[in-house]
């Protein structure tokens, strides 16, 4: 009894198991890739939306640096939101509205998106507030008036001409003051290393309005000063800095005047009373702060949360598709499982049956139902064939030895007298039953592989003259002629070496098996031909073939028979005798001897005309 297949190597099994692996796979992978793109189309919306931001906050900011209060930043904020396509609105620290791009009853977001705050910015919209949080375009009491303005700008132009002559080349650059300063390629201000001709000081040196600003700015630093210089109060002092656009006023530290060293605490606490003294100087100058407000009431800033319900709908649809998968590998596996298990249950069906399988698709499942029908078709004429040469082989053993025991039974009751004719009568028969057994005994030889070929040159017309004169006797009894012809050799090769000088062909043969293949071909031909015909032998060379034909002017042999002729106990007329007849071996030995040769032979025929048995071997050249 056949065992059970286990689950785990069962076909469907396999197919289920890995069309999941293939879809959790897939899920997983397009689960990642959508995490992926999401995630960094978010964050290049964020990065766009933070640069929008940045460029909102820094221009209100300079409104704010440039004017002393907002009531003219409506114009400004309607049209960043309209640039930008946001909503902008500005507010009181306690919320009351400033200036807005929309309604006045449109609610506001819940957070307010930055402060704005020229005298303390939280964030680097302008070079130079990074160090003092003081956004650098609200210069106050420093602004140039028109007059001073081109006056030091004419001293830039000189100077930059002096520059020039000295091989530096510089331009002309605006401080938000209104002050022109000298800036390099690198952006470095006077030039970096400024040539000896050219450092007169006349550029760099405080207009009356900037001396009259410094003085005030030293003023509100004057205690702070003080507290940091201990008992030098001369020690810090407040000045501009006219070579750095991104600081307008800093400490300077008297050393030359007092010959003291200052420590690093104390230049950090000067740097800090001048800050805060300069946001006390500049708060008359600039807008009061306000809170910055961008987008809708109703809208949130762009996220991406993977929330429970968005992990719910993910669940949800790599479950779907995990189940599509299993559902469609399921109807697949099951049409594949099914010509499958029809072919395992017609195999196991006792032989005897010859099951067939229906062969229902074009596939290679159908292709290997097709082959498994042929190989029934073909066992079950082999099984044929096998019980009818049974049957034979008895008929043919049985026959000779009933004749001969028989015979003996009577002898030895007495009742005829073992004479010279009843002893050849029993001589024949033993000899039919030898040759049925010699030829059974060469057959299985042949099929099991151990025929045994004694191989040496032969000539092709000796074998033919041997084999002649073997069956002349039988022939001329028959009333048939027998004739022989050996033709030169044909081909691309010449005729001699080998071959002989006459171009007679030669063989690298079994001289004996090969008379005994050409003698039951012509055994075969005298008993189908009738009395005046004619027998012909010949032999030719064909290119690398020896080409043997016995052509005979029989009955010949019907058209739907040709394909049985070389079978075991084969015999076109079933009427005939084992005498008349022969035994049905005589075509399959041939065949046999002819094949362990690495010949082949073949037969065409036409009834009434007679046959031709044509045996091609290797040649020995």
């Not at 303390?120 to 602004?143: L, S, Y």
């Not at 656009?245 to 950090?268: C, F, H, N, P, V």
Request: with cysteine; net charge negative; hydrophobic share 40%.
């Amino acid at each position: 009894m056949t065992r059970p297949i286990p689950l785990r190597k069962r076909l469907l099994v396999r197919l289920l198991i890995t069309s999941v692996l293939i879809a959790i796979c897939s899920v997983a992978a397009t689960a990642w890739l959508a995490v992926e793109t999401t995630t960094r189309a978010i964050q290049e919306e964020q990065g766009q939306v933070l640069t929008e931001d940045m460029d909102i906050l820094r221009q209100l900011s300079g409104y704010a640096a440039t004017h002393r209060d907002w009531s003219g930043v409506g114009k400004t904020v309607r049209a960043l939101s309209d640039r930008t396509g946001r909503r902008i609105a500005l507010t009181a620290p306690d919320r009351t509205p400033i200036a807005d791009s929309e309604t006045r009853d449109t609610a506001l977001p819940p957070r307010a998106a930055a402060a704005v705050d020229p005298l303390h910015t939280d964030t680097f919209t302008e070079p130079g507030a990074q160090r003092t949080g003081i956004d650098p375009r609200a210069v106050g009491p420093f602004r140039l008036p028109r007059a001073e303005r081109e006056r030091v700008r004419l001293l830039a132009e000189k100077r930059r001409a002096c520059f020039s002559i000295n091989g530096v080349e510089t331009t002309i650059t605006q401080m938000a003051s209104g002050r022109s300063v000298l800036v390099d390629e690198d952006g470095t201000v006077d030039g970096g290393q400024v040539p000896t001709p050219c450092a007169d000081g006349v550029l760099n040196t405080p207009t009356a309005t900037e001396e009259k600003a410094l003085a005030e700015l030293n003023t509100y630093a004057g205690d702070c000063l003080k507290g940091v210089g201990g008992k030098f109060p001369s020690l810090f002092a407040a000045t501009v800095d006219f070579t750095d656009r991104s600081m307008l006023t800093r400490y300077l530290g008297r050393k030359a005047e007092t010959g003291i060293d200052t420590t690093r605490d104390q230049d950090k606490k000067a740097q800090e009373c001048v800050d805060r003294a300069r946001r006390q100087q500049l708060e008359p100058y600039v807008a009061p702060a306000a809170e910055l407000f961008l987008g809708r009431g109703d809208s949130a800033v762009p996220h991406f949360d993977m929330s429970a319900a968005n992990k719910a709908k993910v669940t949800g649809v790599a479950g779907l598709v995990l189940a599509l998968t299993v559902a469609v590998t399921v109807l697949v596996a099951t049409r594949l499982v099914r010509p499958l298990r029809a072919l395992t249950h017609a195999a196991q069906q006792p032989p005897e049956q010859h099951v067939r399988v229906p062969v229902t698709t074009q596939d290679e499942t159908g292709i290997l139902a097709v082959a498994f029908n042929d190989l029934a078709d073909r066992r079950e004429r082999m099984e044929a064939q096998r019980k009818a040469m049974v049957a034979d082989i008895a008929h043919e053993l049985r026959t000779p030895l009933t004749n001969i025991r028989g015979w003996l039974e009577v002898t030895r009751d007495g009742v005829v007298d073992p004479d010279p004719e009843l002893l050849a009568s029993l001589h024949d028969e033993a000899v039919v039953l030898q040759r049925v057994i010699d030829d059974l005994q060469d057959l299985a030889a042949a099929d099991a592989g151990t025929l045994r070929l004694h191989r040496e040159p032969v000539r092709a017309d000796e074998l033919l003259e041997q084999v002649v004169a073997a069956h002349r006797v039988a022939a001329e009894g028959a009333g048939v002629r027998l004739h022989m012809s050996v033709a030169a050799s044909q081909g691309s090769q010449g005729s001699q070496g080998s071959h002989g000088s006459d171009g007679t062909p030669w063989l690298d043969a079994d001289p004996v098996r090969m008379r005994q293949a050409l003698g039951n071909l012509v055994s075969n031909a005298i008993r189908h031909t009738p009395a005046d015909g004619t027998i012909t032998l010949s032999c030719r060379r064909q290119d690398d073939e020896v080409v043997f034909e016995v052509a005979d002017t029989g009955s010949g042999i019907a058209p739907e028979d040709l394909p049985s002729v070389f079978e075991r106990f084969w015999r076109a007329e079933k009427s005939r005798s084992r005498r008349t007849g022969g035994s049905g071996l005589g075509l399959s030995i041939v065949r046999q001897l002819v094949t362990a040769h690495g010949g082949t032979v073949t037969v065409t025929s036409e009834l009434g005309t007679g046959s031709v048995f044509t045996l091609r071997l290797p040649d020995a050249g």
